[in-house]
């Protein structure tokens, strides 16, 4: 009873929330509906189960991709009238991409019903380890069986990075603002303050 | 708790809600007592520092200072700039307030006193803990004024930054503990040190851990030296500028609530917990929770002090501690204690 309850009100969440995502006037609001529907989604993990993907969601989404789209969203200061403007000019493009997104569900939908698709022979590698718990079946699958395609995944990631690095980095030219932190940490009171006793009427040179 | 509401005659169901909501009170309404409290120790303690008295008024030893506090912010009236986001404007103190009590429920306060004893328990801390970040932004962003748009930013980049190093920290905590369970964790803790000393701060790979999830805690909850965002001198008071009463006070409730979650921490994952500091069968008569408590105040008390005597550090010294002293190290910690554990505990 209550796990229906809790299934129908997260999905109903998350498919407001992402519908809110587009209709939002506001950019920023339309982030905060984007968080909301991560968040929901993470509920429906849980309920399934998969209490470690659901909170590696709220970590990864909720938590730091978020906050960058939120952060750039709110530094642009979007003016929303000049990007519907161009509304008409993007329509065809926008319905020929819906388009594709409806074929692609229908007969997602379509394949399912058909029956599910063998994927290999199942030689109960992948099997989940009974009485373990979420984090110790994924570790094991991810570093037995898919070892591979994992590190893959992360050297991708890698050069992504590199290649951000690379894309922002500007020789540093100008020498103004730069500070020689070690240089900062190893003055001593000693080499910054003089006890002088200037004569009355006489300065001091420093 | 459950079997006793089952025992005065509800179903499974019934007593488990039951239960669940009186468990959320027995933690919450003490916790908001206790944040209460703290501001009045933090207070006292700085006021102590710089020799002067502190609150010393109201009530005995001014011990209902924050009581008052909290009394005549509540009767004030609430202000809502006009320009500002009026949703968001409101949404964003009750946001860091909510977040700032949701990480309590995986806080074990003694041997099976845990709200929900997940399996997950320090993931979901560190989720939470990254969902702070939202109330600062948003109040930032919707108070409509330069000021808190300033510190928001500077919030923004100054958690993300240090959140990084904090997971670091907590996977090497894990690693060792070989559980996400925070009961795990601090069962783990027994004995640890030559077989004597409960708690992880006693391991020679641990210890500089420890160091750097403190440094990375004061960051966090944007205490001294770390309170650039609300830097009076450059900002006036940060994103809180444009709040008053009650929604004031919600931040104000939350940053310290969160303090005082950072405290336990500390106490939970590297310093044993509700264990006694020393394996001695004597010192179990003392109930747990006082253990946790005398830890989690002690930690408050090098929070304390460390804002009275600590200067302010620069924005570009922060980013630098985080970025390239923190998370370098924190790393190469990770890659050591694995490699030890690896070389030790599970073969090769």
């Not at chain 1, 079946?137 to 590190?151: S, T």
């Not at chain 1, 500007?170 to 190893?186: D, L, S, T, V, Y």
């Not at chain 2, 005995?60 to 009026?86: C, H, M, R, W, Y």
């Not at chain 2, 006070?249 to 609530?257: N, S, V």
């Amino acid at each position: 009873m209550i796990q229906t309850l809790a299934f129908y009100l997260f999905a109903a969440m998350v498919i407001a929330s992402a519908a809110l995502t587009i209709l939002a006037r506001n950019p920023v609001h339309s982030v905060m509906w984007l968080i909301s529907s991560f968040f929901n989604a993470a509920g429906l993990m849980i309920i399934i189960g998969a209490e470690f993907i659901a909170m590696l969601l709220v970590i990864v989404y909720v938590g730091a991709v978020a906050v960058l789209f939120l952060f750039i969203v709110m530094m642009l200061n979007i003016d929303f009238a000049e990007l519907r403007a161009g509304f008409m000019k993007n329509f065809p493009v926008g319905i020929a991409i819906a388009l594709v997104l409806l074929a692609e569900l229908v007969l997602g939908i379509g394949a399912y019903r058909a029956g599910a698709l063998e994927l290999g022979v199942p030689d109960g590698s992948a099997a989940p380890i009974l009485g373990a718990s979420n984090i110790e079946n994924i570790g094991a699958l991810m570093y037995g069986r898919y070892l591979f395609l994992f590190e893959t995944a992360g050297l991708i990631l890698l050069v992504a990075m590199i290649g951000a690095i690379v894309l922002t980095h500007r020789e540093q030219r100008a020498p103004r603002g730069h500070q020689n932190i070690a240089k900062q940490i190893a003055r001593q009171p000693e080499d910054a303050i003089v006890n002088t006793k200037p004569e009355v009427g006489k300065g001091v040179q420093l | 708790m459950t079997a006793f509401f089952q025992s005065l005659g509800m179903t499974y169901e019934w007593a488990w809600f039951t239960s669940t909501i009186a468990g959320i009170l027995l933690i919450a309404l003490p916790l908001m007592l206790a944040v209460a409290m703290i501001i009045y120790v933090d207070r006292k303690i700085w006021a102590a520092m710089a020799l002067r008295k502190g609150p010393n008024v109201v009530g005995p030893f001014g011990l209902l200072q924050s009581f008052a506090d909290g009394l005549k912010v509540f009767l004030q009236e609430t202000i809502i700039p006009s320009a500002a986001n009026k949703g968001l404007f409101l949404l964003a103190p009750i946001i860091t307030f909510t977040v700032a009590l949701l990480a309590w429920a995986v806080i074990p306060f003694n041997s099976g006193a845990v709200l929900a004893d997940i399996n997950v328990g320090l993931l979901y801390i560190l989720a939470v803990s990254s969902l702070g970040v939202y109330g600062v932004v948003i109040s930032g962003w919707a108070s409509n004024s330069k000021y808190p748009f300033f510190s928001a930013m500077r919030a923004a980049a100054q958690m993300i930054s240090y959140e990084v190093s904090i997971g670091f920290t907590l996977v090497c905590v894990v690693l060792w503990a070989g559980t996400f369970n925070m009961n795990g964790i601090v069962l783990a803790q027994q004995g640890h040190g030559l077989g004597f000393v409960n708690g992880f701060f006693f391991n020679p790979l641990l210890f500089p851990m420890w160091v750097v999830f403190l440094i990375s805690a004061l960051a966090e909850t944007a205490r001294a030296p770390f309170d650039l965002t609300e830097a009076e001198s450059e900002l006036v008071a940060g994103y809180q500028t444009e709040y008053s009463s009650m929604s004031f006070a919600l931040f104000w409730l939350g940053e310290y609530a969160n303090v005082l979650l950072m405290c336990t921490l500390n106490a939970v994952l590297f310093f044993g917990g509700w264990l006694p500091p020393v394996e001695w069968s004597l010192l179990y008569y003392v109930p747990g929770w006082l253990w946790l408590f005398i830890k989690i105040f002690f930690f408050f008390f090098v929070f304390s002090w460390i804002k009275a005597t600590v200067p302010r550090f620069r924005y570009d010294q922060l980013m630098r501690l985080g970025w390239k002293i923190f998370l370098p190290l924190s790393l190469l910690f990770v890659v050591l204690i694995s490699g030890w554990l690896m070389l030790t505990r599970y073969g090769v």
